[in-house]
Structure formats: C-alpha cells, structure tokens
C-alpha cells in the first residue's frame, strides 16, 4: 500500500495553487506524460487528483485504477473550469451503488 501522501497531475496553471497548500504536483503536456506519470506516481501516493481535462484522455488508465482500493485517482476541474467529467463518474458511480441516478436524475 502507497503511503499517505498526496499528488496532483495536469497543466501548469492548474496544479500550481496545489503546491502551496504542499501537495506534490505534476505537470503533464501530453497524454503519454499522463499515462507515464500516473502509472508511476500509482506506486508512491494514496490519492492521486488529476485534471478532468488531462483524465478524459486517459479512461482506460482510470478505470483500472477505479478497480482497486489505492490509489484514489479524482479527477477534478482544471484551471480552465469544469469538463462536467467528474460529476459523471460519480453519477454513475452512485446509480451502479444504489440502482438510481438520485444525483442528477437524467432518465
């Protein structure tokens, strides 16, 4: 198991306010960074934040990440502002728990 640290993965703009509160941060300009930094960072780090933007090129990754118990890979909004990528897997993620999409309720 990873220890207790935290890191965020995305574009510059994005992760840099994440570094003052004193999480490591990652930039990634392209998806093969993506890809190679998360597989890496998976190993050393419990919660993994990515930007929504730099996740949604990368589902495959996600989902087997999604799998397992460590680590947390989030996927948040970036400095440009929500994709709504985010909100959609924990729509879903909430309806496959509990049967019904009580979040959103889109039929």
């Known amino acids: 198991m990873p220890n207790n640290r935290i890191a965020v993965i ?8 994440f570094k003052a509160l004193g999480v490591d941060v990652f930039d990634a300009k392209t998806v093969f960074d993506a890809e190679a930094r998360l597989k890496k960072l998976a190993r050393e780090y419990s919660v993994i934040f990515i930007t929504e933007d730099i996740a949604e090129t990368i589902p495959e990754i996600l989902a087997r990440y999604k799998a397992r118990p460590y680590p947390a890979v ?4 970036g400095a440009q502002g929500t994709t709504g990528f985010g ?10 728990a509990i049967g ?3 979040l959103f309720n889109n039929k």
Request: aromatic letters at 0%.
């Open 10 to 17: 995305g574009d510059k703009d994005s992760v840099l306010a």
């Open 74 to 77: 989030i996927p948040i909004p």
């Open 87 to 96: 909100l959609k897997g924990i729509s879903k993620d909430v309806e496959k």
């Open 100 to 102: 019904s999409d009580i």
